[in-house]
């Protein structure tokens, strides 16, 4: 029987840290055996106020601060876009943020904790963030000042999110599986396909599986190679560069449990480093790790408008890492290069779908 995780006290998180002053939060978090919340609620009362995670107050008062860095992530890609808040829309089961820069779908009922983080940059500055984590000690999504942030702003939406609640620990949980099925009561290939021929819309998707009661993965595998087909893992650099290459503009989502962000245009400056390939252009960022994509898949969905292409990436877990579309015009069919850069990309010999 394994042993129970054994819970470390906020001093001791703290001398910890202490000692490892530069690794970066995730990773210190994982060698040491706890979450990322954990470790940042440690350090409350020092450089950390605690803070509701009021996704409509932090909503209501971004856009004022002008420009900022919003950060999300998963295990394997991190997306960093730089610029306002715009275009807020709260909802009562999600929320949208549909700037030109940032672009965000937000699912607040997955977010328990929020801190104010004043990190020191090594150069006599001091960095300023918003971070956020669902019930299980898993960043969601965090806020970053940048040089040309309104302080003003950002101090005072601090202070309205600021909680009552300073403790330096959190109690965790289960973030639940929302894509969790029974596979005794799921869909055939046959069903599947049918449903899959009748989609109009790329937004039906999530709610065809719900209804078949099919995971995503499984139902790339299912469906056959009319709809979805395997790609070498080699495909998700060749998608990169070959973007770069023409200044074709692309759709990038990056998501967990609580938000999804988007990169929405062309791509430039694409450099891969040892594991990871990363974009560093001017307003977006990627950080991608490669070795930890096990699948590829090219997906056709129907829509009224013509077929949607896109490119999905599933690591060990079965859960999509990251996501690509060519960036289309609603009413117009996909751009015929994104679509041809897609088809170019290699596959996989495909086992005939039941």
């Keep these: 029987m394994r042993e129970p995780k054994m819970a470390k006290s906020p001093a001791e998180i703290r001398e910890l840290r202490a000692m490892h002053p530069k690794m970066r939060e995730r990773d210190f978090a994982r060698i040491h055996g706890i979450s990322e919340a954990e470790l940042t609620a440690a350090f409350v009362g020092e450089s950390v106020v605690r803070l509701n995670p009021d996704v409509a107050v932090l909503l209501e008062g971004l856009p004022a601060c002008g420009e900022v860095m919003a950060l999300t992530r998963n295990e394997s890609a991190v997306h960093e876009?730089?610029?306002?808040?715009?275009?807020?829309?709260?909802?009562?089961?999600?929320?949208?943020?549909?700037?030109?820069?940032?672009?965000?779908?937000?699912?607040?009922?997955?977010?328990?904790?929020?801190f104010a983080v004043r990190k020191d940059d090594g150069e006599g500055g001091v960095r300023h963030s918003l971070q956020f984590f669902d019930a299980a000690g898993n960043a969601v999504h965090k806020v970053h000042s940048r040089p040309a942030t309104n302080m003003d702003a950002w101090n005072e939406l601090g202070a309205?999110?600021?909680?009552?609640?300073?403790?330096?620990?959190?109690?965790?949980?289960?973030?639940?599986?929302?894509?969790?099925?029974?596979?005794?009561?799921?869909?055939?290939?046959?069903?599947?396909?049918?449903?899959?021929?009748?989609?109009?819309?790329?937004?039906?998707?999530?709610?065809?599986?719900?209804?078949?009661?099919?995971?995503?993965?499984?139902?790339?595998?299912?469906?056959?190679?009319?709809?979805?087909?395997?790609?070498?893992?080699?495909?998700?650099?060749?998608?990169?560069?070959?973007?770069?290459?023409?200044?074709?503009?692309?759709?990038?989502?990056?998501?967990?449990?609580?938000?999804?962000?988007?990169?929405?245009?062309?791509?430039?400056?694409?450099?891969?480093?040892?594991?990871?390939?990363?974009?560093?252009?001017?307003?977006?960022?990627?950080?991608?790790?490669?070795?930890?994509?096990v699948e590829v898949w090219a997906v056709r969905k129907p829509t009224s408008d013509g077929h949607v292409t896109s490119v999905e990436c599933y690591g060990a877990d079965q859960k999509l890492i990251i996501q690509f579309f060519g960036k289309r015009v609603e009413g117009h069919d996909e751009r015929p290069e994104w679509r041809a850069l897609v088809e170019s990309l290699p596959s996989l010999a495909q086992s005939t779908a039941a």
């Design 160 to 293: 309205r999110l600021r909680a009552d609640d300073q403790s330096q620990t959190v109690e965790l949980g289960e973030v639940p599986d929302a894509g969790a099925v029974d596979a005794a009561a799921a869909a055939n290939a046959e069903e599947l396909r049918e449903n899959w021929s009748r989609l109009t819309d790329t937004h039906q998707f999530f709610g065809m599986l719900k209804k078949l009661n099919l995971e995503r993965l499984q139902a790339m595998r299912m469906v056959g190679n009319q709809y979805a087909w395997p790609l070498d893992p080699s495909a998700t650099e060749q998608l990169m560069h070959g973007a770069a290459g023409i200044s074709l503009p692309i759709m990038v989502f990056v998501g967990n449990a609580g938000c999804i962000q988007i990169h929405g245009g062309p791509v430039a400056k694409v450099e891969p480093m040892g594991p990871w390939l990363n974009v560093l252009d001017e307003t977006f960022h990627l950080h991608l790790r490669l070795d930890q994509i």
């Design 81 to 114: 876009k730089i610029g306002p808040y715009e275009d807020v829309k709260v909802g009562p089961m999600s929320a949208l943020v549909l700037g030109d820069e940032i672009d965000l779908r937000i699912f607040p009922k997955k977010w328990a904790s929020g």
